[in-house]
């Protein structure tokens, strides 16, 4: 348990010191999130809520895809 807090500790006071750092962590915070989040959303929609009305239906099409037999 002291070496997590040794741990914790020496980034924090690395973390308080830094000036240029903050600013480009929080520069890759806010490319991580339009990465993510608004990729996700604008070019992955939901196919299984638009194609499927309940979750039976949706647990069938999974299990038909994952056990589908190639020829």
């Given at each position: 348990?002291?070496?997590?807090h040794t741990i914790y500790a020496f980034y924090t006071e690395g973390f308080k010191?830094?000036?240029l750092g903050k600013k480009l962590w929080l520069?890759?915070?806010?490319?991580?999130f339009i990465l993510f989040?608004?990729?996700?959303?604008l070019f992955?929609?939901?196919f299984l809520e638009t194609h499927f009305q309940n979750d039976?239906?949706?647990s069938h099409?999974?299990?038909?895809q994952l056990t589908k037999k190639e020829h």
């Open positions: 348990m002291k070496y997590i010191s830094m000036r520069l890759i915070a806010i490319k991580l989040a608004v990729m996700k959303w992955f929609p939901n039976t239906q949706r099409y999974i299990l038909e």
